[in-house]
């Protein structure tokens, strides 16, 4: 069974940093695209970043210069640097993988989510 382990998520102050890993563990044969989403109490998810295999990236305009998502290719491990954190960041991060099982399937699966909470 595929699954996407999230870890780094907590508590820190407006200004600072924290840093998201979010490993695809399982019989994972190739993965095409990862990306990290938050959804804030009240609100709808929204897109963070996506990051395919290949480098590209994607990001929302409100983190652009302020976090950074990357791949591990061989660790099949997204991350995502948050930098210059403001309290509207809070919220609970989760990751979502597209990717091709090594039994062949093709799979859209979440992590159970990871909260980040940025005091003022």
């Known amino acids: 069974q595929v699954q996407l382990v999230e870890s780094g998520g907590g508590l820190v102050q407006a200004g600072g940093s924290l840093r998201l890993s979010c490993a695809a563990s399982g019989r994972v044969f190739s993965i095409s695209v990862m990306g990290w989403y938050r959804q804030a109490p009240g609100k709808q998810r929204e897109l963070v970043a996506t990051?395919?295999?290949?480098?590209?990236?994607n990001y929302a305009d409100f983190v652009k210069g302020r976090f950074t998502i990357s791949i591990d290719n061989a660790k099949n491990t997204v991350y995502l640097q948050m930098n210059s954190l403001k309290p509207e960041d809070t919220a609970v991060y989760s990751c979502?993988?597209?990717?091709?099982?090594?039994?062949?399937?093709?799979?859209?699966?979440w992590g159970q989510g990871t909260q980040v909470t940025v005091s003022s």
């Open positions: 990051i395919t295999s290949g480098g590209s990236t």
């Open positions: 979502n993988a597209v990717l091709r099982t090594a039994m062949g399937p093709v799979l859209n699966i």
